[in-house]
């Protein structure tokens, strides 16, 4: 069936659909990563976008069972590729991406020149569209903005669930937790209690070794009650680490600042310099905001190597840091899973 | 570091091509920036490397231990790369840092430690270390007994392939799957040899490779990953290869990339690495995997991911080595970024091998563990479609798309050529397709992963589908759009519709259907990039770029390396690009061939990584609005669409294309060549075989038979009797009226002469002249030349140059050209003239000091200067290499078909010198003084007899077949009697050659013809050929390029052979 992209700035692109045939609106952005759309389809923080596949060819090895998903849905409000495979190949695949978008009531969209939409973005900066299958709703439809919505309650856990088992237990604060992020602190012998956005963490009867905060969509700002909760962890000293939204959270909490970037790092390929060292480790990023100023008594603890933004701060003397690339990969490069190493050997 | 040696590959050969032209180019290029002085040692005159431009001194010496000791004592360099010459480099470097050479010299290897490199190549001490750091190899072990064999197999598991000793050529192995099988091929195995190997049986794994760069702050990054079409068992220089890789998830991609990360950092790597694993596409656990390769230094496979990428890996490779780190190498394709990242990719690479396994006789169409191809090409699209079909086409090999496939098959042979690996495998599966075979079933068979086969299934649909239409005015704009998209050309599509090309071309026009033109920026479009690498799609609907206009000059590449074409022509189209900058223009490459300069991010001011075909060339000069495009700077390939594109009104620079076909066309040609009163054979075109076995019998035989159409095997062949005449034209051809055959007089004992020049507006601007030491007969491809052209004679040479004069100008010539001459009885004959840039452009350029292609440059915009080159106080020779070793099966004699795949030219005070170590540059080595030799026919024995001698006093124990012993024995030389194999006694020639009890073989035959390959029968001279090639024993095929050989052994020792650099000859 026949469907159009329309960009809010007015441009309307052609396309066939593969997936699920029902209008949706949401931010605009891409990725390069060229392996592991289903880790990126199911990764929370992808919540409320729409997300363009920079790598042309899409779907060539079908979707595996749930247990290898980044969480228990889609997350991005629809898929952009430039060529849909519905003849997946390869011995995990369960169904096709097509179907999976369809079962998961997710629009997907053939628009053959993606490298021109990535171009848009990258000098117009991301901007919302909205997909839509025929004429007469098209133009009644409006552009949700994602970004003014609080969409980390919308994919926070509802619950606390308590995994692995160990001597130390870390608490991960989900504001859209991928799961490789429990899964890496499981296979290092972690317990692990996953609690919700806006949860009192300081309620567990557990001993708490050490906090998490995870990565999830949207403006940091709008975790305003993360924010305090971080604040409070940072006064007692609880040893902390932040991931992509969970840095910007804890610059928030400590003092800093956070901006939105102009079409931000999405990609498997962002090169990430440890300050004052020569060491440079390639990582995974799914980000659109930024740690503009750096929270007093904190230090850059990396910075990107292509254009010099901030991906991580480390305080001067206490256990807190956090990373604005995922350390827990999935898609993308594990070089940085030793990050997850490091917080451990400074659990209480 | 103020001087680096740095050792090149030599000579083209199959399984080291012109990959490390590029590679040590790159490298030259680096170290020069860094004001590093630099020495390089490379025998092949035809690159780019060795150029005045590039390196400080060029040593045209062979890359063996003993010279490069000789070059080190009088360079003293700092330090030595060996990583940027191939497997020769690399042989040569371990050879000479075993015998203690570089520490007496106090040389630094830079960049891998040597002692990681002498690991990765020792097969079994590598597995160990491997194995330490828990990295999996491929499960095998030895036995004797059937009985230790069933115990240690469990360790293994089933299926196990187990194979007898290694002297059977693996034809005693076999595959068991079970307790049952396993006994049975072991028993049966061990009957045949002490001792088996059972290895695991990885039949139809993945295929992968990744291509890793580490610096010496322990950064590393994999630069691309690649997927190999055809499953393992087929080397990954002889399969299609797509990058990235299509059918791993994210876990395999990462888990793999990790791995190689790991055994890169384990060996200390600093510089570039390639790592090749073996996957399990169904594995019982997550993934199943093994390390099959490692390369420790720049492989033709780094070049394709360097070129697939845009990531300039051999640069970068270079610059890690003087000791910086990825990050403080600017990306030179963004401008803005680092060299510490992964290329994002938003297309897909497709490489497909060249074969040329028709110009060999004897060997088959058969592909497996070791090479054969002869080049490749890399196309690029947005789905692999596209990329196939365009990746076919660039081939060069007469087909339009990869439903090109009239195979006059049954259904059963089709899936016997499906299941064994071939040159042309890919058209049996589209046939099979059309067929209707599943797709399930081609799998099975063939092990290609069903993603790439349910590919060619969606254009083997959509070519039904457009048949099912018929006609064009049926089409919508979004069919034809689709058939585009799919990788269709608008010829083939013409085709299917029963319509022209041009026809086509201007309906789809008017439709606006036009291929996008797309950079290769690295990052997939996430920064703007400053590239001017790219490549058409239609996949696309906007353009990355804006066009050069008036100012744009295009240049027409050489694309895929085969016999006949190769490296020569792409330093002459660097050459040009290079010079246009001195005209304001603008030079835009098209080229389609990874293992070249030409396509190199810092040669041209936009590369078009395209097919050479009238269509794309079309599309990119109305895109680009060009002022012009140079088509006779790139070999044949773009020579052959001159017209077409002339005809489309497209303007050819230099020479107009009618007066290129008065060259091409063989009659045009000849007319002129009688209107202008200038000699050639005779020769006529005939289409009856009575009338053409009457003009043999007039001419008087030997003859040369040219075929217009070819069945199979070689296109053209010498005739020495009516027998062989009638064999050749039924069997290898057709004779119709279509198809007539075209025969002409052969001169034996004619010498034949090269006649380079350019000329401007019909003058001659400058020429050289070199000979050939061959006889004609020899293809010139072939042929050992000697320049200065020491056998021409004075008033031979004014006469030629008397009819390059009359030929050009009667041609009107603006640009370059090259004449065969063959003198006879002091009378010159063209053999044919070719109106662009020949083979020995390169060679003649370097050995006169006078660059041809800057004047070939100068000539399209009136300014060339008229020059005489000096006759020179030195000599060059220039010598074939082959690769007889590769061609299983193949008859290594010398013929009217070319057979060589690289060259190689040094220099020296005399023709003999510099032939010496021209020859040693190509491999030869003598280690002990014998030599085998057998002369047919009492001719050539006679004309050999002198040589003999001067062989026997050098000390060289002979061994000859009978006839030769006795007549040597009229002649006063004793030599050892051998017996030929029909003889039934002992010592046979092959014991003799198989023991390596000569290290020269002397094989003279006047009509190897005659021998009876025409009827199939194995002789005794194809077996002497074949066993000295097969035990690398250097094989003399040529009566004076023996001749030659032998006076230069008898004039010069080794050590007598100067060390002297390219200036201090020039």
Not at chain 2, 309 to 322: H, Q, S, W
Request: glycine share 8%.
């Amino acid at each position: 069936m026949n469907a159009r992209l329309i960009l809010k700035d007015g441009e309307i692109f052609e396309g066939q659909s593969f997936g699920y045939e029902q209008p949706r609106s949401g931010e605009l952005v891409f990725s390069t990563g060229m392996v592991g759309y289903p880790e990126s389809l199911t990764d929370p923080s992808y919540e409320g976008q729409i997300l363009i596949s920079t790598y042309p060819i899409i779907g060539s090895y079908g979707v595996p069972d749930k247990k290898y998903w980044e969480s228990d849905r889609i997350h991005v409000s629809g898929l952009i590729v430039s060529q849909y495979i519905d003849t997946p190949s390869h011995f995990q695949s369960k169904m096709t991406l097509g179907d999976w978008l369809k079962k998961e009531k997710v629009p997907g969209l053939v628009v053959t020149d993606t490298r021109y939409l990535t171009q848009k973005l990258r000098d117009g900066g991301a901007q919302l569209a909205k997909i839509v299958f025929d004429t007469s709703t098209s133009l009644s439809t409006g552009f949700d903005d994602p970004n003014k919505k609080n969409l980390v309650a919308t994919v926070s856990t509802p619950r606390v669930s308590r995994e692995g088992a160990g001597s130390k237990t870390v608490v991960v604060i989900d504001c859209g937790v991928k799961k490789n992020i429990t899964r890496s602190l499981i296979e290092r012998g972690v317990k692990v209690i996953t609690v919700p956005w806006d949860y009192n963490i300081f309620s567990l009867k557990e001993k708490i070794d050490g906090i998490i905060v995870s990565n999830g969509p949207g403006d940091p700002k709008m975790c305003d009650v993360t924010i305090e909760t971080v604040k409070n962890i940072l006064t007692k000293k609880i040893p902390l680490l932040g991931i992509c939204l969970g840095n910007q959270i804890l610059a928030l909490a400590a003092g800093g600042d956070t901006y939105k970037m102009k079409f931000g790092h999405r990609g498997q390929n962002q090169p990430c310099v440890m300050v004052g060292t020569k060491k440079c480790y390639l990582t995974t990023q799914n980000h659109g905001f930024a740690i503009g100023k750096i929270p007093k008594d904190f230090k850059p603890w990396f910075i990107n190597a292509n254009d010099n933004t901030n991906e991580g701060i480390i305080h001067e003397n206490l256990p807190f840091m956090s990373v604005q690339f995922h350390p827990e990969a999935t898609p993308g490069p594990v070089d940085t899973s030793w990050v997850f190493d490091y917080f451990l050997e400074k659990l209480c | 570091m103020k001087k680096i040696l740095i050792l090149g590959s030599g000579a083209l050969k199959i399984g080291q091509a012109g990959e490390f032209d590029y590679s040590g180019s790159q490298a030259i290029k680096a170290f020069c920036e860094e004001g590093i002085k630099t020495v390089l040692i490379n025998p092949n005159i035809a690159t780019i490397q060795t150029s005045k431009e590039l390196a400080d001194k060029v040593y045209f010496l062979p890359v063996t231990t003993e010279f490069v000791e000789r070059v080190i004592e009088k360079e003293k360099p700092d330090g030595i790369v060996l990583s940027f010459g191939g497997q020769t480099a690399l042989n040569c470097g371990i050879d000479l840092y075993k015998k203690g050479v570089l520490k007496k010299y106090n040389v630094q290897v830079l960049g891998t430690p040597v002692s990681a490199i002498v690991l990765t190549e020792d097969r079994e001490k590598f597995a160990n270390h491997l194995h330490k750091i828990e990295v999996a190899t491929p499960k095998s072990f030895a036995v004797t007994t059937v009985e230790s064999g069933l115990e240690k197999v469990k360790e293994i598991g089933y299926p196990v392939m187990v194979r007898a000793g290694f002297s059977l050529g693996g034809q005693k192995s076999g595959v068991a799957h079970n307790e049952k099988e396993f006994i049975s091929v072991v028993q049966t195995a061990l009957t045949f040899s002490p001792q088996i190997l059972v290895e695991k049986y990885l039949r139809h794994y993945k295929e992968i490779e990744y291509e890793v760069v580490r610096d010496q702050y322990d950064n590393c990054v994999t630069v691309c990953n690649m997927e190999n079409f055809d499953p393992l068992g087929v080397h990954t220089g002889e399969s299609i290869v797509v990058a990235p890789s299509q059918t791993l998830t994210n876990f395999e991609y990462h888990h793999l990339r990790e791995l190689s990360i790991k055994i890169v950092r384990s060996l200390g790597i600093v510089g570039e690495c390639n790592v090749q694993f073996a996957l399990n596409p169904h594995p019982s656990s997550p993934i199943e995997y093994c390390v099959i390769e490692v390369n420790a230094r720049l492989s033709r496979s780094s070049a394709l991911a360097s070129k697939a990428t845009g990531y300039p890996l051999a640069y970068v490779a270079a610059k890690l080595i003087l000791g910086k780190s990825l990050m403080e190498i600017k990306n030179q394709v963004t401008q803005i970024t680092q060299s510490f990242f992964e290329p994002a990719l938003d297309y897909i690479v497709v490489k497909i091998p060249r074969w040329d396994m028709d110009k060999f006789k004897g060997t088959s169409e058969k592909i497996g563990s070791s090479m054969k191809s002869v080049g490749e090409i890399m196309a690029i699209g947005r789905t692999f479609e596209e990329a196939i079909q365009k990746g076919v086409r660039m081939l060069d090999i007469g087909v339009l798309g990869v439903t090109d496939n009239n195979f006059n098959l049954t259904t059963d042979e089709i899936l016997a050529k499906i299941k064994q690996a071939n040159s042309k495998r890919i058209f049996f599966i589209t046939k099979a397709l059309k067929l209707g075979i599943t797709v399930q079933k081609i799998y099975e068979l063939s092990g290609i992963d069903p993603w790439f086969l349910n590919r060619l299934k969606i254009i083997v649909e959509a070519e039904r589908e457009l048949l099912d239409v018929g006609t064009i005015n049926k089409l919508s704009k979004q069919d034809i759009l689709h058939i585009k998209q799919l990788g269709f050309s608008d010829r083939k599509i013409g085709l299917l519709l029963k319509v022209t090309q041009l026809e086509f071309r201007e309906y789809r026009k008017k439709l606006k259907i036009t291929p996008s033109v797309f950079q290769i920026d690295t990052l997939a479009g996430e920064f703007p990039a400053k590239t001017n690498y790219l490549y058409t799609t239609y996949n696309g609907n906007h353009n990355d770029i804006k066009p050069i206009g008036e100012d744009g000059v295009m240049v027409l590449g050489s694309g895929p390396y085969r016999i006949g074409s190769s490296v020569e022509f792409d330093w002459t189209c660097v050459n040009t690009a290079l010079n246009l900058k001195k005209y304001g223009k603008k030079s835009i490459i098209i080229n389609c061939n990874p293992e070249t300069v030409s396509t190199d991010y810092d040669v041209s001011d936009r590369l078009y990584f395209e097919e050479i075909s009238f269509e794309r060339v079309a599309d990119i000069y109305e895109f680009e609005k060009s002022s012009s495009v140079v088509v006779s700077v790139g070999g044949q390939t773009p020579n052959n669409i001159a017209n077409k594109i002339h005809k489309y009104g497209i303007k050819i620079l230099g020479t107009v294309a009618v007066d290129i076909d008065r060259a091409e066309d063989r009659k045009k040609f000849s007319q002129l060549l009688d209107d202008l009163d200038i000699k050639q054979p005779v020769w006529n075109s005939f289409t009856d075989m009575e009338v053409a076995l009457k003009f043999a019998r007039d001419v008087g035989y030997p003859i040369l038979v040219r075929p217009s159409y070819v069945l199979s095997g070689a296109a053209m062949n010498l005739c020495y009797n009516p027998t062989e005449l009638k064999h050749f034209i039924e069997k290898a051809t057709n004779i119709n009226k279509k198809h007539p055959v075209t025969i002409s007089k052969y001169m034996v004992n004619a010498r034949e002469v090269e006649f380079d020049g350019v000329a401007e507006k019909g003058h001659v601007k400058v020429f050289a002249i070199s000979n050939h030491i061959e006889h004609a007969g020899v293809h010139s491809g072939d042929a050992t030349i000697v320049y200065p052209a020491e056998r021409v004679r004075f008033f031979s040479g004014e006469r030629m140059i008397e009819i390059a004069k009359q030929l050009s100008k009667s041609l009107n010539i603006s640009g370059p050209f090259n004449i065969q001459f063959m003198v006879k009885d002091n009378e010159v004959y063209v053999i044919e003239m070719n109106l662009r840039a020949s083979r020995t452009f390169p060679f003649i350029s370097k050995v006169t000091g006078v660059n041809f292609a800057e004047v070939i440059v100068d000539s399209f915009f009136g300014k060339a200067k008229e020059q005489r080159i000096k006759y020179p106080n030195y000599v060059a020779v220039k010598a074939p290499q082959f690769s007889f070793a590769r061609m299983e099966g193949a008859d290594p004699a010398l013929g009217v078909e070319m057979g060589s795949t690289g060259e190689v030219a040094c220099f020296g005070e005399t023709a003999e010198e510099a032939y010496l170590k021209a020859l040693f540059s190509t491999g030869l080595s003598l280690k002990n003084k014998s030599a085998l030799v057998t002369i047919g026919g009492a001719e050539f024995k006679l004309r050999f007899a002198e040589s003999i001698w001067r062989l026997k006093n050098l000390g060289f124990v002979l061994y000859a077949t009978k006839k030769t012993h006795l007549f040597l024995k009229t002649k006063g030389v004793r030599t050892k009697l051998v017996h030929k194999l029909y003889d039934k006694q002992s010592p046979t020639v092959i014991d003799l050659i198989e023991k390596h009890q000569v290290s020269l073989v002397i094989n003279l035959s006047e009509d190897y013809n005659n021998e009876g390959s025409f009827k199939r029968v194995i002789t005794d001279g194809y077996l002497i050929r074949r066993t000295a090639i097969d035990n690398n024993i250097p094989l003399f095929t040529d009566l004076n390029s023996a001749r030659f050989f032998v006076n230069a052994l008898d004039r010069y020792k080794i050590k007598d052979l100067k060390i002297k650099s390219w200036d201090e000859y020039l």
